[in-house]
């Protein structure tokens, strides 16, 4: 079902005792707003050792939810220095974030290892956020929408609407992530847009209309409530700003 929601990605920063503090002072900063109805859903996505300690730490009731960022394809077995999306599951996560542009990037991940990746977290119970994305050079030739289009065909589509009923879709341009430089709202909701009707085309108009679809990419406090304004943006996946406490909670309270 579509909702607000706000996911930081801590990627491969904190040591344990960082983590704890930093979301000892989210949930004490984020207070009664991150319990009011029309509050987000938040999704805190540490480094694996640090899944289970943080989960703990988060209220265990209200808006908070534990997510991972990355999980193996397969169940169990001779993989060194994986984790399997049943491992996450049984430390208490129930998100997994997959396909984002670094793990594509740096760790060749393709649209078939992540259709095989996210079956096995729907197999295990655990609600994928799937990124896609265009790099500076797709943009510039024009090829956004036909490049953002095979990734969700390739990567997502062969999804059943049951299983695809489960996922949350991320819009990352590639050249905003980290860089400082925001996509401006008009061009993320274009593309927003353009996911929602992809969508609708490979599933039908009530998926498309209850796709939670978030953007991210240099999100902060001062750009948020504008980003989140538009009707096909329903909230953010956060890196840099997500690893401060008062600017990821100002984020969180941006709808
Ligand atoms: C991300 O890595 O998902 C991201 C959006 O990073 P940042 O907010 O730092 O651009």
């Given at each position: 079902m579509r909702k607000n929601l706000v996911a930081g990605n801590w990627k491969m920063n904190l040591t344990y005792p960082e983590g704890l503090a930093l979301v000892s002072e989210i949930t004490s900063l984020a207070g009664s707003a991150a319990a009011g109805a029309n509050a987000p859903e938040i999704v805190i996505c540490p480094p694996f050792p640090l899944l289970h300690g943080v989960g703990q730490a988060l209220p265990q009731r209200g808006k908070f939810h534990l997510g991972a960022q990355n999980c193996h394809q397969k169940e169990s077995g001779a993989?060194?220095?994986?984790?399997?999306?049943?491992?996450?599951?049984?430390?208490?996560?129930?998100?997994?974030?997959?396909?984002?542009?670094?793990?594509?990037?740096?760790?060749?991940?393709?649209?078939?290892?992540?259709?095989?990746?996210?079956?096995?977290?729907?197999?295990?119970?655990?609600?994928?956020?799937?990124?896609?994305?265009?790099?500076?050079?797709?943009?510039?030739s024009d090829e956004t929408f036909d490049y953002i289009g095979k990734q969700l065909t390739d990567g997502l589509f062969h999804l059943s609407n049951e299983e695809f009923d489960q996922v949350t879709v991320a819009y990352e341009p590639i050249w905003a992530i980290g860089t400082g430089r925001t996509a401006t709202s008009a061009q993320a909701q274009e593309v927003h847009a353009f996911i929602r009707e992809r969508i609708a085309r490979a599933y039908d108009a009530k998926a498309a209309l209850d796709t939670t679809i978030l953007y991210g990419g240099s999100a902060n406090a001062q750009n948020a409530r504008e980003l989140f304004s538009q009707p096909d943006v329903d909230g953010g996946l956060i890196g840099g700003a997500s690893l401060k406490a008062a600017d990821f909670t100002a984020i969180i309270q941006s709808f």
């Open positions: 993989f060194t220095g994986e984790v399997s999306a049943k491992m996450l599951a049984s430390v208490g996560c129930e998100y997994v974030i997959l396909g984002h542009s670094e793990r594509r990037q740096y760790f060749r991940e393709d649209d078939e290892l992540l259709s095989q990746k996210l079956k096995a977290a729907l197999a295990a119970g655990l609600k994928p956020i799937f990124c896609v994305g265009e790099s500076l050079d797709t943009r510039e």
